[in-house]
């Protein structure tokens, strides 16, 4: 692996504090939308066209699968309209 720039830990470094410094924005609007600080979480997780499975976004989260499960089954249509359930296909 090729180590980083200087400029790029500068950049991830400023990325950080923002993060940290607007935090605090994100439960209000989470509420706007009806979601979770979570919820936001797991969609900011979900790339387009690139279905994760229940099982990995529990482990990403550090929880039972049972409960990423419960949450898309009671969450608003802004999560339906990007989530999809797909069976597991044997492979």
Known sequence: MKPASPHACDAWQLLVRLFFAQRANLPPLAAELQLSPAQCHVLHLIEPGRP?????????????????TGWWTGSSRAVWSVAARRRRTAG
């Open 52 to 68: 994760i499975p229940m099982g990995q976004l529990a482990e990403t989260l550090a929880c039972d699968a049972s409960n990423v």
